[in-house]
Structure formats: structure tokens, C-alpha cells
């Protein structure tokens, strides 16, 4: 696939019964970094009053509503529905990939086979998502950290008075730091030299659910820049002043 993320057609698909929408905005912004959603589906039983609150946000945002009754008890006819309609766009052949929100491992094998024909998959959902679903996108992305990256703008107008939000970030362990050294080992050059870019593209192949945010970072380069004691940061200039490359080594 050879387009920039600006120029990819999704299709973003929304499991309404394992989604909060109150998290649809910020969702939809990042899906907005990663292409253009050219189709916009969320599934569920709209007759059910637990997703009355979905109406107005759907309305919002021009995302087209499928009814899907649950005809057995038990039995969740929304992942069949999403499932048929994701194989339907994928014979159309009208997008470059598929956007699952959703954090049911059922949908573990539509992503599979979504992949093996050649179509990007990103998955948003809960970080209580199962790790198979996780690993079988291409990138996956957590609400959680899609929340908290809005919420830091209304952190600032809290008042003294005001109880102070904590965020909750993930501690970088032992088991990440090694797969970094492995990740620079696998494509750095003779003297050990590997480009931070092509290095969290390695990464994210390896652990699809990865992301500074998770660590409290904004950006791959200042979580870098904070494991000083295991990596060497050499940041290169190129022809443009405002333009640099980054490289990095194991210490």
C-alpha cells in the first residue's frame, strides 16, 4: 500500500453494545490522523433504552445506525451483522482499511482476514480487550488514552478548590526496554545506529498496541529521551533547518 494516511479510505465499523459513547469525539479524531472515514457504521439493538445516549452523537457525526435485534438470548447477533457488512466492504473494494471499535474478541479473526487481503486494521477498544484481538490489528489503540489526552485540556480549568486528576499511565518494563534493544539490534547499522522512525514502525509490527501515551508521552522521540540509561539519542540536521533525524543506539 503505497498511499500516505491522509490519502487511506476506512471504514470504521463500532460495536455499540462494548463501546462508550461518550468517548466518540476524540475516537474519531484519531481516526481522522490515520485516514479518511469514507464509511461510518455502528451496530447494536436500538430498541434496548442502554443506548439511548449513542442518538446524538451519531447524529453529530454522520454515523449511519444498523439495527440489529438480538434474536437469542445469549447469542450477540451485532458481531455477526458487523462481520458480514466488514466482508461486504472488503468485496467492494472501495477502501484502503477497516477501523474495528470494539472490545469483543470475536472479532479476532475478522481482523486476521481483513490483513491477509492486504487491508490496514486498526482496532480502538478498552484496555480490558483480549490480547488476541489486540495483536491481530495492524495498530491498536486503547479509549482509555484517547480520553485522557482530551481530558488534559480541561485539567486547566480546574480550581484550586477543585480535587487534582491523576492519570494512570503504564509503567515501562523490563519486557519493553528489551524489546526496544531487540528492535534497534534488528535494523541498526554497522556501528549499532538505528532511525527512531523505522524503529517504532518495527515496534508497533511487534506490539501493535503500542503508544507513548500509554507512558505518559506525547510522541515516540521525549519517551525516548527518557530511557537515557539504556538508549543514546544522536539527533542528525538535514538540508531543511526545521527538518532533523533522529537516531538511537543501546547503551
Same mark, same amino acid.
Given at each position: 500500500m503505497n498511499k500516505n494516511n491522509k490519502d487511506l479510505n476506512l471504514a470504521v465499523l463500532i460495536d455499540a453494545d462494548n463501546i462508550p459513547y461518550k468517548n466518540i469525539q476524540g475516537m474519531l479524531d484519531e481516526i481522522a490522523?490515520?485516514? %479518511? +472515514?469514507?464509511?461510518?457504521?455502528? #451496530?447494536?439493538?436500538?430498541?434496548?433504552?442502554?443506548?439511548?445516549?449513542?442518538?446524538?452523537?451519531?447524529?453529530?457525526?454522520?454515523? %449511519? +445506525?444498523?439495527?440489529?435485534?438480538? #434474536?437469542t438470548t445469549g447469542k450477540n447477533a451485532t458481531d455477526s451483522a458487523m462481520i458480514i457488512d466488514a466482508m461486504d466492504i472488503l468485496h467492494s473494494n472501495k477502501v484502503d482499511g477497516f477501523c474495528l471499535v470494539s472490545s469483543d474478541s470475536d472479532f479476532t479473526r475478522l481482523a486476521i482476514r481483513l490483513r491477509e487481503s492486504g487491508n490496514l486494521v486498526i482496532g480502538i477498544g478498552e484496555k480490558k480487550t483480549p490480547k488476541p484481538f489486540i495483536v491481530a490489528c495492524d495498530k491498536f489503540i486503547y479509549i482509555e488514552i484517547i480520553a485522557g489526552s482530551k481530558n488534559k485540556n480541561k485539567k486547566k480549568k480546574v480550581t484550586d478548590k477543585a480535587a487534582p486528576v491523576v492519570d494512570k499511565y503504564d509503567q515501562v518494563s523490563d519486557g519493553l526496554i528489551n524489546l526496544l534493544k531487540d528492535s534497534v539490534d534488528d535494523i541498526g547499522d554497522d556501528e549499532g545506529w538505528a532511525s527512531l522512525a523505522e524503529v517504532g514502525s518495527l515496534l508497533l509490527k511487534k506490539k501493535p498496541d503500542f503508544d507513548p501515551r500509554n507512558y505518559g508521552f506525547a510522541k515516540l522521540t521525549p519517551f525516548i529521551k527518557s530511557l537515557t540509561k539504556d538508549f543514546t539519542i544522536d539527533i542528525r540536521p538535514t538540508e531543511k533547518k526545521n527538518i532533523k533525524h533522529i537516531y538511537i543506539k543501546n547503551k
Amino acid at each position: 500500500m503505497n498511499k500516505n494516511n491522509k490519502d487511506l479510505n476506512l471504514a470504521v465499523l463500532i460495536d455499540a453494545d462494548n463501546i462508550p459513547y461518550k468517548n466518540i469525539q476524540g475516537m474519531l479524531d484519531e481516526i481522522a490522523k490515520l485516514g %479518511t +472515514p469514507t464509511i461510518k457504521r455502528i #451496530y447494536g439493538d436500538w430498541t434496548r433504552p442502554g443506548v439511548n445516549g449513542w442518538k446524538k452523537p451519531l447524529l453529530e457525526h454522520a454515523i %449511519t +445506525p444498523i439495527q440489529q435485534y438480538g #434474536y437469542t438470548t445469549g447469542k450477540n447477533a451485532t458481531d455477526s451483522a458487523m462481520i458480514i457488512d466488514a466482508m461486504d466492504i472488503l468485496h467492494s473494494n472501495k477502501v484502503d482499511g477497516f477501523c474495528l471499535v470494539s472490545s469483543d474478541s470475536d472479532f479476532t479473526r475478522l481482523a486476521i482476514r481483513l490483513r491477509e487481503s492486504g487491508n490496514l486494521v486498526i482496532g480502538i477498544g478498552e484496555k480490558k480487550t483480549p490480547k488476541p484481538f489486540i495483536v491481530a490489528c495492524d495498530k491498536f489503540i486503547y479509549i482509555e488514552i484517547i480520553a485522557g489526552s482530551k481530558n488534559k485540556n480541561k485539567k486547566k480549568k480546574v480550581t484550586d478548590k477543585a480535587a487534582p486528576v491523576v492519570d494512570k499511565y503504564d509503567q515501562v518494563s523490563d519486557g519493553l526496554i528489551n524489546l526496544l534493544k531487540d528492535s534497534v539490534d534488528d535494523i541498526g547499522d554497522d556501528e549499532g545506529w538505528a532511525s527512531l522512525a523505522e524503529v517504532g514502525s518495527l515496534l508497533l509490527k511487534k506490539k501493535p498496541d503500542f503508544d507513548p501515551r500509554n507512558y505518559g508521552f506525547a510522541k515516540l522521540t521525549p519517551f525516548i529521551k527518557s530511557l537515557t540509561k539504556d538508549f543514546t539519542i544522536d539527533i542528525r540536521p538535514t538540508e531543511k533547518k526545521n527538518i532533523k533525524h533522529i537516531y538511537i543506539k543501546n547503551k
